[in-house]
């Protein structure tokens, strides 16, 4: 086979279409086409009409005369690598070694999942409940129950993604980004993901592939280990050699060979507790708020009139303050909603999610300002984290336990309303009109002031007064960075930060992949 690009076809086409299409860019009869695989799909609403491009691999008869007589060079396609094929390829490994992966959001688990594919009996320690009990706790909590601080939107198997839209897109480039979504795709996540250029699984969906991955590392002799929590080291001479577990009965010491740390970018009490054995940085990341407007004005500002049979609209902005800072969209989540995201009691945090279908009323994103290291004061590298509990602290008092919330209009004219218009809002424990100066900083708020409408001179309506501005969010990304030198230790030997919380990813698949080179770090240590 090989790739052919720019197959330009409208909405509602079907796979007769696609033949008919490449047999006229080949210029050769449809008859000769043996097979056509999908690559990329992207959408194009440049035109007058909606147009999607598509890059395939296609099969012809003859295709090695076809091509020495074409004047055109077409690349041959890539196979994809499975991570199974990826993870024994490095040989001698001594599976006898004992290899422990704290969490078992992606990153720990494509980690786990790639040593088990190598052989290696892993035991995944998760400080929360398993996908399917989380879940229960995640709507419990939504729906005006208690917060459990070990099991909610941040903690538990699948790790924070779980409830988010399940976006798989990423800057990250390299081979391992398809092998993470044919993995995924695998295990149960829809086939589109493959080759979509703005792929998604959805929080509904996303919790079957997370629980088929864990059964799989079960299945090959792995151990997942739920409520129990990593609570402390054993170290010697500058080398690890176990580790403490908290788990319901109380805390004993498991001894091991190698650690993986990937425990999230709001394990603070776990970062704590590191910090008193490896070396750790501060590092830059952003806090704002979460946006909401109505997904049909997002499709007619985006479609025009041509939105009916298009998938939901989304959007990317990004615009330059005049400190410069910047202010950006992020994990925009069309037909999705806003949702609780705290872990710790006294606290609000947003976050947003859709399910697959993005069929709900509202759109929403993150509307993030970035925070540098110098926001943060003095030289401690967990001055950030203390930083966004700070304003997480002032929402939760300034929202009464709610969230806080205000009109676009009402944030532009520095005014108190009630906030409510044409959009109503998502976040499901109840929000607080009022100032959301009260509780960021002034420069968040100036930034957000400024880009706003630059943001609506590129999406007409994008600040609408309507709009909605909920707040705060603050776990964008990790505060932190735990050091790791090129063979994947940290300043402990035996233990190997990873992810996104290690500050190594920023997202589903970036986390994902950084496990895969995690677990690959590991297989070469261990080779006898």
């Keep these: 086979m090989f790739k052919l690009n720019g197959v330009a076809l409208h909405e509602g086409f079907t796979e007769r279409d696609v033949r008919r299409e490449v047999a006229r860019m080949l210029n050769v009869k449809e008859d000769r086409i043996e097979s056509i695989k999908t690559l990329r799909r992207s959408l194009d609403c440049r035109g007058r009409k909606a147009t999607f491009v598509l890059s395939v691999g296609v099969g012809l008869k003859d295709e090695e005369d076809f091509l020495k007589a074409s004047r055109q060079a077409y690349s041959p396609l890539e196979r994809v690598r499975p991570l199974s094929e990826i993870a024994r390829e490095i040989k001698a490994v001594n599976t006898d070694k004992s290899v422990v992966v704290v969490g078992s959001g992606p990153a720990g688990l494509f980690c786990a999942l790639t040593l088990a594919y190598a052989g290696v009996k892993t035991i995944v320690l998760e400080r929360g409940d398993s996908v399917e009990e989380r879940t229960a706790k995640v709507r419990a909590y939504s729906g005006g129950g208690a917060l459990d601080v070990e099991s909610n939107v941040q903690f538990g198997e699948g790790g924070a993604g779980t409830f988010s839209d399940g976006k798989l897109n990423t800057g990250v480039g390299g081979t391992l980004v398809s092998t993470v979504l044919a993995e995924f795709a695998a295990y149960g996540a829809p086939e589109e993901i493959v080759y979509d250029s703005k792929p998604h699984i959805g929080t509904d969906k996303l919790v079957g592939v997370v629980a088929a991955m864990r059964n799989a590392v079960i299945s090959m002799g792995g151990k997942v280990l739920f409520r129990h929590k990593l609570a402390d080291l054993k170290a010697k001479s500058g080398k690890l050699e176990g580790v403490v577990v908290q ?205 706003l409408p630059q943001f609506d001179a590129k999406i007409k309506g994008f600040a609408c007064a309507d709009a909605l501005l909920t707040g705060v969010e603050t776990r964008s990304s990790s505060p932190v960075r735990i050091i790791r030198g090129e063979s994947g230790d940290s300043s402990l030997q035996g233990l190997m930060p990873c992810g996104e919380g290690a500050g190594y990813a920023g997202g589903i698949t970036s986390a994902a992949a950084d496990g895969i080179k995690t677990a690959l770090c590991v297989l070469k240590k261990l080779c006898r």
């Design 247 to 451: 788990s319901a009965e109380g805390r004993y010491v498991l001894p091991c060979d190698i650690c993986v740390v990937a425990i999230g970018h709001s394990a603070r009490d776990t970062f704590g507790m590191l910090s008193g054995y490896v070396l750790m940085e501060r590092k830059p990341f952003a806090i704002g708020v979460r946006i909401e407007h109505l997904q049909s004005e997002l499709n007619a500002a985006r479609y025009g009139f041509r939105y009916k049979n298009l998938p939901p609209a989304d959007y990317k902005v990004a615009a330059k303050t005049s400190d410069g800072r910047g202010c950006y969209s992020f994990c925009m989540c069309p037909g999705g909603s806003v949702v609780a995201a705290e872990s710790e009691e006294g606290g609000v945090v947003t976050n947003g999610m859709s399910v697959y279908a993005r069929d709900g009323k509202n759109c929403n994103s993150a509307l993030l300002v970035g925070v540098n290291p110098s926001d943060f004061g003095g030289e401690d590298p967990l001055a950030g984290v203390r930083f966004q509990r700070i304003y997480e602290e002032a929402a939760y008092a300034l929202g009464k336990g709610k969230a806080v919330c205000q009109s676009v209009g009402d944030f532009m004219a520095k005014k108190t309303g009630s906030g409510i218009g044409r959009v109503l809002p998502t976040y499901p424990r109840g929000v607080e009109f009022a100032p959301l100066d009260e509780c960021l900083p002034a420069y968040v708020c100036g930034g957000l002031r400024e880009a």
